[in-house]
Protein backbone atom coordinates (compact mmCIF):
# COMPACT_ATOMS: atom_id res chain seq x y z
CA UNK A 1 0.00 0.00 0.00
CA UNK A 2 1.40 3.31 -0.69
CA UNK A 3 2.18 6.04 2.08
CA UNK A 4 3.10 8.62 -0.25
CA UNK A 5 1.93 11.75 0.16
CA UNK A 6 0.92 12.90 -3.57
CA UNK A 7 -1.86 11.51 -5.90
CA UNK A 8 -1.03 8.25 -7.19
CA UNK A 9 -3.71 6.73 -7.79
CA UNK A 10 -3.89 6.73 -11.92
CA UNK A 11 -4.92 3.28 -13.38
CA UNK A 12 -7.44 0.85 -13.81
CA UNK A 13 -11.66 1.49 -15.49
CA UNK A 14 -14.63 3.08 -14.57
CA UNK A 15 -17.24 1.16 -14.05
CA UNK A 16 -20.18 0.50 -16.67
CA UNK A 17 -22.23 2.07 -13.89
CA UNK A 18 -20.33 5.55 -14.13
CA UNK A 19 -21.87 8.87 -15.51
CA UNK A 20 -20.17 9.92 -18.62
CA UNK A 21 -20.15 13.64 -17.57
CA UNK A 22 -16.10 15.03 -16.73
CA UNK A 23 -14.27 18.08 -16.46
CA UNK A 24 -11.73 17.06 -19.87
CA UNK A 25 -11.74 20.04 -22.09
CA UNK A 26 -9.52 20.51 -24.39
CA UNK A 27 -9.37 24.00 -26.26
CA UNK A 28 -6.93 26.27 -28.47
CA UNK A 29 -5.66 27.64 -25.11
CA UNK A 30 -5.56 25.45 -22.72
CA UNK A 31 -6.93 21.39 -21.94
CA UNK A 32 -7.52 19.86 -18.43
CA UNK A 33 -7.35 15.66 -18.42
CA UNK A 34 -8.45 14.93 -15.05
CA UNK A 35 -7.36 12.22 -13.44
CA UNK A 36 -10.57 10.38 -13.60
CA UNK A 37 -9.03 9.71 -17.76
CA UNK A 38 -5.73 8.17 -16.40
CA UNK A 39 -7.49 4.65 -16.74
CA UNK A 40 -5.46 1.31 -17.92
CA UNK A 41 -7.04 1.92 -21.75
CA UNK A 42 -5.34 5.06 -22.40
CA UNK A 43 -1.38 4.28 -21.83
CA UNK A 44 1.61 3.94 -23.94
CA UNK A 45 4.34 1.60 -23.95
CA UNK A 46 7.54 2.87 -25.03
CA UNK A 47 10.66 1.13 -26.83
CA UNK A 48 13.46 0.41 -24.43
CA UNK A 49 11.49 -0.04 -21.37
CA UNK A 50 10.52 -2.91 -20.13
CA UNK A 51 7.39 -3.22 -17.13
CA UNK A 52 6.73 0.34 -17.98
CA UNK A 53 3.58 1.87 -18.82
CA UNK A 54 2.98 5.65 -19.76
CA UNK A 55 0.20 8.23 -19.64
CA UNK A 56 1.38 11.27 -22.14
CA UNK A 57 -0.45 14.39 -20.84
CA UNK A 58 1.35 16.57 -23.61
CA UNK A 59 3.31 16.50 -26.59
CA UNK A 60 3.99 19.06 -29.40
CA UNK A 61 0.88 19.51 -31.33
CA UNK A 62 -0.21 22.27 -33.54
CA UNK A 63 -2.16 24.66 -31.10
CA UNK A 64 -1.31 22.65 -28.25
CA UNK A 65 1.66 22.21 -26.48
CA UNK A 66 4.15 24.13 -28.36
CA UNK A 67 7.56 23.73 -26.06
CA UNK A 68 7.74 20.30 -24.04
CA UNK A 69 6.21 16.81 -23.88
CA UNK A 70 5.49 15.52 -20.46
CA UNK A 71 4.42 11.93 -19.38
CA UNK A 72 3.35 10.26 -15.90
CA UNK A 73 5.46 7.08 -15.82
CA UNK A 74 4.45 3.95 -14.05
CA UNK A 75 7.54 0.84 -13.67
CA UNK A 76 6.83 -1.89 -12.12
CA UNK A 77 9.32 -3.71 -9.84
CA UNK A 78 12.60 -4.83 -11.91
CA UNK A 79 11.27 -2.99 -14.67
CA UNK A 80 12.88 0.34 -16.58
CA UNK A 81 15.48 1.08 -19.60
CA UNK A 82 19.17 1.30 -20.82
CA UNK A 83 18.00 3.59 -23.27
CA UNK A 84 15.95 5.57 -22.26
CA UNK A 85 16.07 8.83 -24.36
CA UNK A 86 15.98 8.32 -28.09
CA UNK A 87 16.16 12.48 -28.76
CA UNK A 88 20.01 13.56 -28.41
CA UNK A 89 18.66 17.08 -28.12
CA UNK A 90 15.96 16.46 -25.64
CA UNK A 91 16.89 17.41 -21.73
CA UNK A 92 14.54 15.65 -18.80
CA UNK A 93 13.21 16.26 -15.71
CA UNK A 94 11.96 13.87 -13.54
CA UNK A 95 10.12 14.14 -10.35
CA UNK A 96 9.09 10.99 -7.97
CA UNK A 97 5.13 11.44 -6.94
CA UNK A 98 5.31 7.13 -5.39
CA UNK A 99 7.86 4.55 -4.87
CA UNK A 100 12.04 4.71 -5.47
CA UNK A 101 13.89 4.04 -8.58
CA UNK A 102 17.70 4.47 -9.48
CA UNK A 103 18.91 6.79 -12.46
CA UNK A 104 22.28 6.28 -13.04
CA UNK A 105 24.17 9.06 -14.56
CA UNK A 106 27.81 8.38 -16.31
CA UNK A 107 27.98 4.92 -14.22
CA UNK A 108 26.95 6.56 -11.14
CA UNK A 109 23.94 5.68 -8.95
CA UNK A 110 21.19 8.12 -7.85
CA UNK A 111 18.06 6.72 -5.35
CA UNK A 112 15.18 8.83 -5.85
CA UNK A 113 12.32 8.56 -3.50
CA UNK A 114 9.01 10.41 -3.27
CA UNK A 115 9.80 13.88 -4.02
CA UNK A 116 13.08 13.50 -5.77
CA UNK A 117 13.66 15.71 -8.89
CA UNK A 118 16.39 15.00 -11.26
CA UNK A 119 17.79 17.44 -13.72
CA UNK A 120 19.55 15.53 -16.85
CA UNK A 121 20.85 17.40 -19.51
CA UNK A 122 20.47 16.97 -23.10
CA UNK A 123 22.88 13.65 -24.70
CA UNK A 124 23.08 12.60 -20.93
CA UNK A 125 24.22 9.29 -20.81
CA UNK A 126 21.66 8.00 -18.39
CA UNK A 127 19.29 4.48 -17.13
CA UNK A 128 16.92 4.13 -15.07
CA UNK A 129 15.52 1.03 -13.15
CA UNK A 130 13.26 0.19 -10.41
CA UNK A 131 15.25 -2.04 -8.24
CA UNK A 132 12.65 -2.22 -5.29
CA UNK A 133 9.15 -4.36 -4.37
CA UNK A 134 6.56 -1.78 -5.23
CA UNK A 135 5.96 -0.10 -8.64
CA UNK A 136 7.45 3.38 -8.91
CA UNK A 137 5.47 6.92 -10.33
CA UNK A 138 6.98 9.81 -11.81
CA UNK A 139 6.59 12.35 -13.98
CA UNK A 140 9.02 13.07 -16.81
CA UNK A 141 9.30 16.55 -18.80
CA UNK A 142 11.34 16.37 -22.10
CA UNK A 143 12.21 19.29 -24.06
CA UNK A 144 14.51 19.94 -26.84
CA UNK A 145 17.41 22.05 -25.44
CA UNK A 146 17.76 25.44 -27.05
CA UNK A 147 22.14 26.18 -26.50
CA UNK A 148 23.27 29.63 -26.84
CA UNK A 149 26.74 30.31 -27.99
CA UNK A 150 28.93 31.54 -25.06
CA UNK A 151 26.94 29.95 -22.65
CA UNK A 152 27.72 26.46 -20.37
CA UNK A 153 25.68 23.78 -20.94
CA UNK A 154 24.19 23.41 -17.60
CA UNK A 155 24.70 20.72 -14.79
CA UNK A 156 22.82 17.74 -14.08
CA UNK A 157 20.79 18.18 -10.83
CA UNK A 158 19.88 15.47 -8.23
CA UNK A 159 18.17 16.87 -4.83
CA UNK A 160 14.69 16.29 -3.01
CA UNK A 161 12.15 19.02 -2.21
CA UNK A 162 12.86 18.54 1.86
CA UNK A 163 16.33 19.87 0.34
CA UNK A 164 14.98 23.34 -0.48
CA UNK A 165 13.21 26.15 1.34
CA UNK A 166 10.16 27.67 0.47
CA UNK A 167 10.36 31.04 -1.32
CA UNK A 168 7.18 32.79 -0.42
CA UNK A 169 5.74 35.52 -2.33
CA UNK A 170 5.67 39.08 -0.75
CA UNK A 171 2.63 40.55 1.16
CA UNK A 172 1.32 36.75 0.80
CA UNK A 173 1.72 35.92 4.83
CA UNK A 174 3.41 32.62 3.39
CA UNK A 175 0.06 31.50 1.28
CA UNK A 176 1.57 31.34 -2.19
CA UNK A 177 5.27 29.72 -2.24
CA UNK A 178 7.64 28.13 -4.75
CA UNK A 179 9.94 25.02 -4.05
CA UNK A 180 12.54 25.39 -7.33
CA UNK A 181 14.63 22.90 -8.08
CA UNK A 182 16.61 24.87 -10.85
CA UNK A 183 18.19 28.36 -9.72
CA UNK A 184 16.10 31.05 -11.50
CA UNK A 185 19.20 33.19 -11.88
CA UNK A 186 20.93 30.90 -13.66
CA UNK A 187 20.45 31.51 -17.74
CA UNK A 188 21.82 28.00 -18.95
CA UNK A 189 18.75 26.42 -17.84
CA UNK A 190 15.67 26.84 -20.57
CA UNK A 191 13.54 25.27 -18.09
CA UNK A 192 12.20 25.46 -14.66
CA UNK A 193 10.13 23.17 -12.91
CA UNK A 194 8.81 23.91 -9.45
CA UNK A 195 6.39 22.92 -6.82
CA UNK A 196 3.62 25.71 -6.31
CA UNK A 197 2.03 25.82 -2.86
CA UNK A 198 -1.23 27.78 -1.54
CA UNK A 199 -2.18 26.95 2.21
CA UNK A 200 -6.27 27.32 2.08
CA UNK A 201 -8.10 30.70 1.28
CA UNK A 202 -4.52 31.78 -0.75
CA UNK A 203 -4.78 33.13 -4.48
CA UNK A 204 -3.35 33.98 -7.55
CA UNK A 205 -4.76 37.56 -6.93
CA UNK A 206 -4.61 38.60 -10.66
CA UNK A 207 -5.13 37.22 -14.36
CA UNK A 208 -1.33 36.12 -15.46
CA UNK A 209 -0.85 36.40 -18.96
CA UNK A 210 2.93 35.99 -20.01
CA UNK A 211 4.90 34.41 -22.83
CA UNK A 212 5.76 31.00 -20.92
CA UNK A 213 3.87 27.70 -21.62
CA UNK A 214 2.82 25.99 -18.52
CA UNK A 215 1.94 21.91 -17.46
CA UNK A 216 0.44 21.63 -13.77
CA UNK A 217 -0.12 18.44 -12.59
CA UNK A 218 -1.95 18.09 -8.95
CA UNK A 219 0.15 16.82 -6.55
CA UNK A 220 -2.24 17.62 -3.34
CA UNK A 221 -5.44 19.05 -2.38
CA UNK A 222 -8.18 20.92 -4.65
CA UNK A 223 -8.50 24.16 -5.66
CA UNK A 224 -10.41 26.57 -8.33
CA UNK A 225 -8.29 27.88 -11.43
CA UNK A 226 -9.29 30.29 -13.87
CA UNK A 227 -8.20 29.72 -17.42
CA UNK A 228 -8.64 32.24 -20.34
CA UNK A 229 -12.49 32.78 -19.17
CA UNK A 230 -13.07 29.83 -17.12
CA UNK A 231 -13.40 28.70 -13.75
CA UNK A 232 -12.72 24.74 -13.20
CA UNK A 233 -12.18 22.91 -10.19
CA UNK A 234 -9.26 20.18 -9.81
CA UNK A 235 -7.96 18.14 -7.67
CA UNK A 236 -5.06 16.26 -7.18
CA UNK A 237 -4.25 13.90 -10.55
CA UNK A 238 -5.54 16.49 -12.54
CA UNK A 239 -3.53 17.57 -15.18
CA UNK A 240 -4.00 20.92 -16.66
CA UNK A 241 -1.73 22.50 -19.72
CA UNK A 242 -1.58 26.59 -20.68
CA UNK A 243 -0.31 27.78 -23.86
CA UNK A 244 1.61 31.01 -23.89
CA UNK A 245 -0.25 33.92 -22.90
CA UNK A 246 -3.26 32.36 -21.58
CA UNK A 247 -5.23 34.06 -18.73
CA UNK A 248 -4.57 32.53 -15.59
CA UNK A 249 -5.55 32.68 -12.03
CA UNK A 250 -6.27 30.19 -8.83
CA UNK A 251 -8.11 30.28 -5.33
CA UNK A 252 -7.56 27.65 -3.06
CA UNK A 253 -10.23 27.10 -0.69
CA UNK A 254 -9.11 24.15 1.19
CA UNK A 255 -9.59 22.06 3.75
CA UNK A 256 -6.07 20.94 3.19
CA UNK A 257 -2.80 22.87 0.89
CA UNK A 258 -2.77 22.94 -2.60
CA UNK A 259 -0.12 22.03 -4.39
CA UNK A 260 1.29 21.49 -7.93
CA UNK A 261 4.36 20.49 -10.11
CA UNK A 262 4.63 23.72 -12.96
CA UNK A 263 6.76 23.10 -15.78
CA UNK A 264 7.48 26.86 -17.79
CA UNK A 265 9.86 27.31 -20.53
CA UNK A 266 12.44 30.52 -19.70
CA UNK A 267 15.31 32.41 -20.10
CA UNK A 268 15.42 32.27 -24.03
CA UNK A 269 14.78 35.05 -27.04
CA UNK A 270 11.58 33.94 -28.75
CA UNK A 271 11.72 32.84 -32.12
CA UNK A 272 11.28 35.00 -35.19
CA UNK A 273 10.09 33.48 -38.09
Not at 5 to 30: D, I, R
Not at 50 to 60: C, E, Q
Amino acid sequence: MSNSKFYSGMGGLPGQTELLSSKAVFTTSYAVIPRTVMSDIVTSVLPHWAGTRAWILSRPLTGFSETFSQYLMEVAPGGGSDRPEPNARAQAALFVVDGTMTVELDGKPHVLTSGGFAYLPAGSAWRLHNHGSEPVKFHWIRKPFQAVDGLEAPDAIFTHEDEHAIAFMPDTNDCWGTTRFIDPNDVRYDMHVNIVAFTPGGTIPFLETHVMEHGLYVLEGKAVYRLNSDWVEVEAGDFMWLRAFCPQACYAGGPGRFRYLLYKDVNRHTDLW
